[in-house]
């Protein structure tokens, strides 16, 4: 059974920082792309952070460029999203996501929410 399990979301100030995880279970983690999406209200999901299978490559949207950092522990099947200086628009629901792109296939979390404000 494929699982893929966020933490870390919260409330916090502008100019502040969390950390999500997310816990894989069910499905060989080392072989995917690991992806964090985040959706607002009233807006699409959009891709914030992507990172490659062995983790020698990492992709940002440009509005989070050095400000988020996404990192992965295969031997703990976990995927992080370091987020500092943080803003109000950062505020959505963030998803965690795996791909497998020789395959076609994807695997989704629940997602977590990330609200930004004072």
């Known amino acids: 059974q494929v699982q893929l399990v966020e933490s870390g979301g919260g409330l916090v100030q502008p100019g502040g920082s969390l950390r999500l995880s997310c816990v894989a279970s069910g499905f060989t983690f080392s072989w995917y792309t690991m992806n964090w999406y985040r959706q607002a209200p009233g807006k699409e999901r959009e891709l914030v952070a992507s990172?490659?299978?062995?983790?020698?490559?990492?992709s940002y949207v440009e509005s989070v460029k050095g400000r988020f950092t996404i990192s992965r522990d295969n031997a703990e099947n976990t995927v992080y999203l370091q987020m500092n200086s943080m803003k109000p628009e950062d505020t959505a629901v963030y998803y965690c996501?795996?791909?497998?792109?020789?395959?076609?296939?994807?695997?989704w979390g629940q997602g977590t929410q990330v609200t930004v404000s004072s």
């Open positions: 990172i490659t299978g062995p983790g020698t490559s990492a």
């Open positions: 996501n795996a791909e497998r792109v020789v395959t076609a296939v994807n695997y």
